[in-house]
């Protein structure tokens, strides 16, 4: 992990415009990814952490939704936001590379993997089809599918769960990008093959540099892979920082809760820790903290004032008025 | 356990027939889904049932509360054979079990309210009359922690965990003594599964409810149930305590299984090797013990013999299991097997 960062993603907002109202669904999310490292983003369902990526990428799969503010910075200095259609064409593929829950519907059932895949590198790459397809059979070599070039002939049907996610990780490298933004990779996997991928990720980043933007609902695999994590809720970054920090010494409420909510390795029996209450929908956000309602810290000035995302120690943000331990510490 | 045997199933199996090939003229086949499973819950126990897709898991819960075909074997509730029954009897069966899904959406009449939701099993069981049927309704939202208030709202203004509690309300409002949970909490977020398994957990103790409970999640299984049982392609290949088969697997599957779970736990991180492969289609299982095409430490017997179930509370199928040929494994083994799962086995 270098220190320079390859994305700097500064308060992203997006809204949902219909029906005469607007809805802020993305409020100000801000992160930075460095080269060969792996982020986390964790949150709830409809807690933003899909539509931050889809945002950065300019794949809203809406015209209702918008961005509304915010720049998300190249290593190079541009900012994705203001593009040309040409240039966005040229950043995703061979800058950033995405993969999804279900590769299924992400793949062309009609065309081979192989086809896919070396098409998709001639389209980026003035290159001749033999070395495209060389090429392809070199990814396909290194996401571990055994045998490529029979299975490069292969469709999508013929290929298992696993399998189709290592297909779609191929195409997702088949420009060489320097991000990979995977959206729940694993959820739909077994656990067994879920640990195979985690581990293909992690060679990935080992051995080429790749920088992974990782989405999931699921501390504990956030726990095996990321270095960084960066928590949401309805909409807003509540913790980031370090993993090992945010995970062992969470300082948010919500991010606390979290990871009191994991069954626990040493098993045991007796209630589940849980967080009272339910997220809150888009159109009925609370004032102040969106936490408030089900925080059992929480008091006037949570309902009032929505509370900045400040650092609490090197390396660590929250953005709460009370965060956990602070007060604890400062008296000690 | 010394609680009454409630339900005793024995060498239950499920096929399903399939096209034949070459346009019609090829062999007769036949999808394996559950061979030969046998199980037995007491009332007040909460058993476990875990595997991967494709396990066979799902078609086992609905085809002992003969929500699905079954192709062999019997299913004993309270000593009553209600695998061939009919009529009366399949209505008792009806009664007195209950199946939790996992789609809270999927699985309520979107048109219906929650009042006529709950209503219709309570009348089509002729629980209670027309007059005292709100009064019921009100008592068994509060059962599963619900607002009175929620009564008129339809499945689409309710959160995914409100909908999951309908359907737990409406599995009791029957009064069942059996449950059948098929992966009830998967389909809902972190913080709202422990309410639902929360719930669960107080309902099995308060009611004295015999429950499986499939899932995938074995973490989730270890907080809440009693005894775990691991299916692989379409058999059981390990069963006992919880605790005992998470501290001390015995099947190597079952090993793969618990070191697969990402845990926040810098001393469990996932193996540097996991286990290869998946699981294999259950049209063509492979010869002999179906995991060894996947199993770190299958050895020649294993491709020609299904290995005998063996044990006492804590069971399982693997001729490489304590009491089996354990103590040779190693010079067996080949030279490219990596070293840990061996000394794990051997530990232990």
Not at chain 1, 76 to 85: A, E, N, P
Not at chain 2, 224 to 231: E, P, S
Not at chain 2, 305 to 333: K, M, Q, S, T, Y
Request: with cysteine; glycine share 10%; aromatic share 4%.
């Amino acid at each position: 992990m270098t220190d320079a960062p390859i994305l700097t993603v500064n308060n992203l907002s997006v809204a949902y415009e219909g029906g005469g109202t607007s809805h802020t669904i993305i409020d100000g999310v801000s992160f930075t990814l460095r080269r060969g490292e792996i982020l986390g983003i964790v949150g709830e369902s409809g807690s933003g952490k899909s539509m931050t990526c889809r945002a950065l990428m300019r794949l809203l799969p809406s015209s209702r939704l918008r961005v509304t503010g915010g720049s998300v910075w190249l290593e190079d200095g541009r900012d994705v936001l203001s593009l040309s259609q040409g240039e966005l064409t040229q950043v995703r593929g061979r800058r950033i590379g995405m993969i999804f829950q279900n590769p299924a519907s992400h793949l062309d059932p009609v065309m081979s993997i192989g086809r896919q895949i070396a098409e998709s590198i001639r389209h980026h790459r003035k290159i001749g089809r033999k070395e495209a397809w060389a090429r392809m059979l070199d990814i396909l070599r290194q996401v571990g599918i055994p045998d490529p070039e029979s299975r490069a002939n292969a469709y999508t049907h013929e290929f298992s769960g696993g399998m189709r996610q290592r297909a779609m990780i191929a195409v997702a490298l088949a420009c060489d990008p320097d991000i990979l933004i995977a959206d729940e990779p694993t959820t739909a996997l077994d656990v067994t093959v879920q640990a195979q991928i985690l581990r293909l990720l992690q060679q990935l980043r080992d051995e080429r540099g790749l920088s992974i933007i990782f989405i999931t609902h699921d501390l504990g695999v956030v726990y095996q892979l990321c270095d960084t994590v960066a928590v949401m809720y309805a909409g807003r970054l509540c913790e980031y920082g370090a993993m090992h920090e945010v995970i062992h010494r969470p300082r948010h409420h919500y991010t606390a809760g979290l990871v009191a909510c994991q069954p626990g390795s040493e098993g045991g029996t007796g209630r589940v820790h849980t967080i009272p209450g339910q997220p809150p929908s888009p159109g009925d956000m609370p004032p102040g903290c969106r936490f408030h309602p089900r925080c059992g810290a929480a008091d006037a000035l949570c309902a009032a004032r929505q509370p900045p995302l400040r650092e609490t120690h090197e390396g660590h943000a929250c953005a709460c008025h009370h965060p956990v331990g602070i007060e604890a510490e400062a008296e000690a | 356990m010394s609680a009454p045997v409630l339900l005793d199933v024995r060498n239950l199996s499920v096929k399903f027939p399939m096209a034949r090939s070459r346009m019609g003229l090829g062999p007769r086949r036949s999808l394996n889904a559950v061979s030969d499973v046998s199980m037995r819950v007491a009332a007040g126990e909460t058993v476990g049932l875990v595997g991967e897709s494709g396990s066979g898991k799902s078609t086992f819960g609905r085809a002992i509360l003969r929500l699905g075909e079954l192709t062999r074997g019997e299913v004993l509730l309270d000593g009553q054979d209600m695998a061939r029954a009919r009529g009366e009897d399949l209505a008792r069966l009806r009664r007195e079990t209950a199946m939790i899904f996992q789609d809270p959406y999927g699985s309520l009449n979107p048109r219906l309210t929650v009042r006529q939701a709950i209503g219709e099993v309570l009348h089509v069981h002729g629980k209670k009359g027309a007059a005292g049927r709100d009064a019921r309704i009100v008592e068994l939202l509060e059962l599963v922690g619900l607002d009175a208030t929620l009564m008129d709202r339809r499945p689409g203004d309710l959160s995914g965990g409100q909908c999951q509690r309908i359907g737990i309300a409406r599995a009791l409002a029957i009064e069942p003594r059996l449950i059948v949970a098929d992966e009830c909490v998967a389909a809902l977020d972190v913080s709202i599964q422990g309410q639902i398994i929360n719930l669960l957990m107080e309902l099995g103790q308060r009611m004295h409810l015999g429950m499986i409970f499939i899932a995938h999640d074995l973490a989730m299984v270890r907080r809440l149930c009693d005894r775990i049982a691991v299916m692989y392609l379409g058999r059981i290949v390990e069963e006992g305590p919880t605790e005992q088969v998470f501290k001390a697997p015995r099947h190597p599957y079952t090993r793969s299984l618990i070191e697969a779970i990402p845990e926040i736990d810098p001393a469990r991180m996932l193996p540097s090797a996991p286990l290869p492969g998946e699981p294999p289609s259950p049209v063509n299982l492979p010869e002999g013990c179906a995991f060894h095409p996947r199993c770190p430490l299958a050895r020649s017997e294993c491709r020609t013999a299904v290995p005998p179930f063996v044990g006492g509370a804590h069971r399982a199928a693997c001729i490489l299991a304590p009491g089996g040929r354990l103590n040779e494994v190693g010079e067996n083994l080949p030279e490219t097997t990596p070293a840990t799962p061996t000394e794990r086995i051997e530990t232990c």
